[in-house]
């Protein structure tokens, strides 16, 4: 539920390792040395890095390596200097001299002696303080340093004697030309000799003091320039969406007058005839209809089947227009939106009855666990058996077992994620199985991730429904078609996962002024599949409608979250598509509706773990408020 924070001015030691690795490859190198204009060059970089996870714009990349050169040659003018003192200026030395040492360079102190085009040249060559500091600069950009540097001569128009040396064999003589004629012949044969201007008196620390000083000042002045137009264009943006979200809630209000103006008309007219009937009025009506006192579905009589008259309700007549347009459009509040979408979630939670045997309310299997990760798919299992499944099934590498069994006595354990038949053995387990989660504490191994492609083809032919987060997404990234179009799947991924997908599918950047019609275009690449894209908002589709889950948490971003997410929504998806089944939910999808419903419990439990705990909140404290947020939102 986290967004990257990247966005600012300061780069981490691991942003700028990752930044000059990429800089300093050899076709980076090349394009900047042989082309003048280089723009495209960092946008290649920026698109490289953001591949990596960090997001930075083709600017931020270019200013952050000019700073790397401005320290990098400070330090290296202190090496020469002074024994390598300031080596310390430059955190990067090492890494910038091996980019930049098979680079051609200009010496710093060759520029301020004279230029590339001999001693006379420079006799003609007059420049001020900033000249100095604009050759220097160039000697360390992109572009190329041009090979001499033209001076123009002047000479006097009139005769003059100018004594010329003639030297011959091991002789010289000195000889006065008579005539201007003669004069410049001689000129022409022998240059004069002026005094050279050197700037003997200004030295090379100086020199580079000014430089830097000036360097940072417009670097300040870049910053605070961008910062404004970022604060502008987000102001911008937030106004756009309140102008929209206005405008749907004002045509939803007119869709409602409208929808609740025809069964009035249709009533009157028939009220001679016939008994008035209550009508369905869908601002207000609940899609779960009847409930207990006690907050559980009661089993009704067949004559009077309560989930019947749902039915009725949500069957595809004009009524279930106007019921779509209400999710579509948004017709009232986000709160009243929550309200009847938990309706919805409370209308598939199964009764607890004495009339049960263990298993009948879910078995949830995690396909994860290694030596590296052993938490997150604790965290998922345990919340599965705390939102109301009977059985939970963990199957993780031998080395993590172990560790996982000592977590909780509650969990089943099978160490055969790394076995040789990892397959066949997670195969035996499928049809006891009611749901299954891949990828919390998964990791990248390819034997793995191999091993988890092959449990999820096994378990679409089984139909099970899927939860697939953390590596697992990884997984799906590398190999979309693994549960491209599978209607019982679920992705959960946060803003980097969403990223990397986006691109993988539609090999272009994602566009983040809208983020929910991206969610929709992936979703509709992923063959309609569910997508969850956590933040501040969780935003919910299934390529026809966008569901928001704007239900109040906290501003604490703890690590398990995530897992906590993903077991809850397997067992929920087994509930919804079961109740699906049995007709109780037609007109909407059901991975929607479990989608929704783990979403709001985990905002729930984060929101009452931080009322108690504040900052030091953890993911243990969350699952300790599984019980009391599921009874508040599902059956209170």
């Given amino acids: 539920m986290q967004a990257n924070t990247t966005r600012g001015f300061l780069w981490s030691d691991v942003e700028t390792r990752t930044l000059l690795n990429i800089w300093g490859e050899q076709d980076i190198q090349v394009a900047l040395d042989g082309n003048f204009r280089n723009s495209f060059v960092y946008r290649d970089v920026s698109r490289r890095l953001g591949a990596m996870g960090f997001e930075r714009t083709p600017e931020q990349c270019r200013v952050r390596i000019k700073s790397l050169k401005r320290q990098y040659l400070l330090a290296k003018e202190g090496n020469l200097r002074n024994n390598g003192q300031y080596h310390k200026i430059c955190k990067f030395y090492d890494t910038m001299e091996r980019i930049l040492s098979n680079r051609p360079a200009l010496d710093p102190q060759e520029l301020m002696d004279g230029g590339a085009g001999g001693e006379e040249a420079v006799d003609g060559l007059e420049e001020d303080d900033e000249d100095a500091q604009d050759a220097y600069s160039e000697s360390t950009a992109e572009c190329p340093l041009p090979a001499e540097t033209e001076v123009k001569l002047e000479y006097p128009t009139v005769p003059i004697s100018i004594p010329v040396k003639v030297t011959v064999g091991n002789n010289s003589s000195s000889v006065k030309p008579h005539n201007s004629s003669q004069s410049a012949s001689n000129l022409s044969a022998t240059r004069p000799k002026r005094p050279r201007k050197r700037r003997a008196n ?61 069964p009035c ?127 939970s099934h963990v199957f993780c590498t031998k ?162 979250q995530g897992d906590l997410l993903s077991g809850s929504m397997g067992v929920l998806a087994h509930w919804a598509h079961a109740a699906s089944a049995a007709g109780m939910i037609r007109s909407i999808n059901p991975s929607a509706v479990a989608a929704f419903g783990a979403c709001s419990l985990t905002r729930q439990c984060n929101s009452q773990a931080f009322q108690q705990h504040g900052r030091s909140t953890t993911t243990s404290d969350m699952i300790q408020e599984i019980g009391s947020a599921f009874k508040k939102l599902f059956e209170s």
Avoid at 233 to 258: C, N, T, V
């Fill in 202 to 262: 200004f030295p090379m620390e100086k020199l580079m003091e000014q430089f830097l000083e000036q360097s940072s000042q417009a670097e300040e002045s870049f910053y605070r320039m961008e910062e404004q137009r970022l604060q502008a264009e987000d102001r911008r943006r937030e106004a756009e969406h309140a102008r929209e979200l206005h405008m749907l809630q004002m045509l939803g209000q007119m869709f409602s007058s409208i929808s609740s103006a025809r």
């Fill in 265 to 391: 008309s249709s009533a009157a007219t028939t009220s001679k005839t016939v008994p008035p009937a209550r009508s369905p009025v869908f601002s207000n009506a609940s899609p779960s209809c009847t409930r207990g006192q006690s907050g559980h579905l009661r089993r009704p009589s067949p004559p009077t089947d309560c989930f019947a008259r749902q039915s009725q309700l949500l069957n595809p007549d004009p009524q279930a227009l106007v019921f779509e347009r209400y999710y579509s459009l948004g017709s009232k509040s986000h709160r009243d939106m929550d309200d009847d979408l938990l309706s919805l979630v409370k209308s598939t939670v199964p009764p607890l009855t004495s009339k049960k045997h263990k298993g009948q309310d879910g078995r949830i299997g995690i396909i994860g666990g290694c030596q590296d990760y052993t938490g997150a798919p604790y965290f998922a299992a345990i919340s599965a058996l705390k939102v109301g499944a009977d059985l």
């Fill in 399 to 560: 080395d993590a077992a172990t560790v996982i069994k000592s977590y909780s006595p509650e969990l089943i354990v099978h160490p055969v994620l790394d076995s040789p038949n990892a397959v066949e053995e997670i195969e035996k387990w499928l049809p006891r199985l009611h749901g299954l989660v891949v990828g919390p504490g998964l990791g990248r191994e390819d034997f793995l991730l191999k091993t988890a492609k092959e449990v999820i083809e096994k378990s679409k032919a089984r139909d099970i429904p899927i939860v697939i987060d953390a590596d697992g997404l990884w997984l799906v990234t590398q190999q979309p078609s693994v549960i491209q179009g599978y209607q019982k799947g679920i992705l959960t991924p946060n803003f980097m996962e969403f990223t990397r997908l986006y691109e993988a599918l539609h090999h272009e950047p994602m566009d983040n002024s809208d983020r929910q019609r991206s969610v929709m275009q992936l979703s509709v690449a992923m063959g309609n599949l569910t997508l969850v894209l956590k933040g501040e908002q969780d935003i919910i589709t299934d390529g026809s409608r966008v569901i928001l889950c704007s239900i109040e948490g906290s501003g604490r971003r703890c690590g398990g």
